[in-house]
Each structure stands twice: as structure tokens, then as C-alpha cells.
């Protein structure tokens, strides 16, 4: 598959200022503000900026935390990580494999099966409903 690629002018026009500012300035959201912190419907949770499929419904659960939640992504294919030390913080940064928009940060204290949370940022996903 060809990874998406485009200029920072094409990305402007095609995502509304806060999937830009999450996306591709690596942005996070306030906690408690986004679209799907609360949202439980089934689907499929794609990248706002390119499409590509990253998490299942199934796999979301309410953290606590204020961002949506997922134990797993739809395919380990789906979603790079790399390490982060902004912040004064050492976390692991999850990005769309695809078009490399950034989604939020992974951490070690998730459910069972995978004792993993994938804390996504609402602005970089777009539900499909089932």
C-alpha cells in the first residue's frame, strides 16, 4: 500500500484547524472535550486525515482518563510508535501508519487482554458506524 503523502498546504485544506493542530502539529486535546470520550457506538474508528482503519469499537472501553480509550488497534499494521520525551515526560507516541498524522500516546495500564491503553486523541478519529 503507498503511504498518503502530502504538503503541509494540502493537509490545511483538508482538516478543519483542530485535526490539523492534533494531526499534524502533534497536538492533544483537552481531556474530557472530544467528540467520542463518551461514545460506546459500534463501528470502526478511522483517521480523520486519511482513512485508514485504526480501532474497532469492540476494543474501546471508558478509561477514565478523558480521551477515547482502546486496548488494541484493528491491525498491528495500522498504527506506528515512537518514543516521546516532550513534556519533561517519556511516553510512546501512536501514529496512523498510513499518513503519519499523530493520534495521541500509549501506556502500560490498560485492560486485560493486552494490559494496554491506547489514549487517542476525538480529533484525529472519524467513526464509521455500523
Given at each position: 500500500?503507498?503511504?498518503v503523502q502530502?504538503?503541509?498546504g494540502e493537509w490545511r485544506a483538508e482538516?478543519?484547524?483542530e485535526q490539523y493542530r492534533v494531526l499534524r502539529e502533534k497536538g492533544t486535546e483537552a481531556p474530557f472535550s472530544g467528540e467520542y470520550d463518551?461514545?460506546?457506538e459500534p463501528g470502526t474508528y478511522r483517521c480523520a486525515g486519511c482513512g485508514a482503519e485504526l480501532f474497532r469499537s469492540e476494543t474501546k472501553y471508558d478509561s477514565?482518563?478523558?480521551w477515547p480509550a482502546f486496548y488494541a488497534p484493528?491491525?498491528?499494521d495500522?498504527?506506528?510508535e515512537e518514543r516521546d520525551t516532550s513534556h519533561g515526560m517519556v511516553r510512546t507516541e501512536v501514529m496512523c501508519s498510513n499518513c503519519g498524522g499523530h493520534l495521541g500516546h500509549l501506556f502500560p495500564d490498560g485492560p486485560a487482554p493486552t494490559g494496554i491503553r491506547y489514549c487517542i486523541n476525538s480529533a484525529a478519529l472519524q467513526l464509521e458506524e455500523e
Open positions: 500500500m503507498t503511504k502530502k504538503t503541509e482538516l478543519d484547524p463518551h461514545v460506546f477514565g482518563c478523558g484493528a491491525d498491528t495500522a498504527i506506528d
